[in-house]
């Protein structure tokens, strides 16, 4: 009887062994998987940091100079007649037309957020990273669309006091070749508008700087995850 008890018993435990050793196996490639997913998603934000690095930085040097050609501006106000008049619509123009459009690719930070693999993330410090970065994207954006109808005032003046020097319809992304054809009496309410795009483009000019900055120090935390992993 004893014997018979103990076969069961026997039995019983390689049963449960068998089933637990199925589920931990399960568990483990289920996770596995999961792993490779997010490391693959993590490669893919890693491209788009890249593209992100390369857009902030042209529109970093185009605000740069735009806020240089505003300067220029308010700072010879009242001396304007001791310049030419190309010189004066070049400033014109690249204050006022030296504008961009930020475009990001969240599908991918998206695609790992809302598929859960974002918990296989080790580090804590490279989650809240990438939740930060598109949070100031979005911020970034509002402040680019600010600067774009700031922009959109000033274009009405520039438009009825400048000509285009050429014909050509291929000048490069922005059109600085112009000449000043209006009063050198300019009113007050245009340089008051000057200002306050100028005043945005430092905050923007600030944030890119800081985001290329997060960025660099993200794409080192991806790549030592993806390491770990």
């Known amino acids: 009887m004893k014997k018979l008890a103990f076969k069961y018993l026997l039995e019983f435990l390689v ?77 014109l123009s690249r204050a006022i037309n030296f504008i961009t459009y930020f475009v990001d690719n969240q599908e991918e930070y998206k695609t790992i957020q809302n598929s859960g693999y974002i918990e296989y993330i080790k580090n804590e410090s490279l989650v809240k990273g990438l939740q930060g970065k598109y949070v100031q994207h979005k911020f970034m954006k509002s402040l680019e669309e600010e600067i774009r109808s700031k922009a959109k005032v000033l274009a009405d003046f520039e438009f009825k006091n400048s ?15 112009k000449t000043y054809i ?29 985001r290329i900055q997060r960025d660099s120090i993200l794409e080192n935390e991806i790549k030592k995850e993806i390491l770990v992993n």
């Open 163 to 177: 000509k285009i020097n050429s014909d050509s319809l291929y000048m490069g992304s922005y059109l600085i070749y």
């Open 182 to 210: 209006g009063d050198m009496e300019i009113p007050n309410e245009f340089y008051d508008r000057i200002i306050e795009k100028a005043s945005s483009q430092k905050v923007y000019l600030g944030l890119i700087k800081r």
């Open 15 to 91: 049963i449960v062994i068998g089933v637990s050793i199925s589920f931990y196996a399960e568990n483990y490639n289920d996770s596995l998987n999961k792993i490779q997913l997010k490391n693959q998603s993590l490669n893919r934000i890693l491209e788009n940091l890249k593209g992100d690095n390369g857009d902030n930085r042209f529109n970093y040097k185009a605000h740069s100079e735009s806020l240089m050609s505003s300067e220029w501006i308010l700072t010879n106000r009242n001396n304007l007649s001791a310049y030419s008049r190309d010189t004066i619509g070049f400033h």
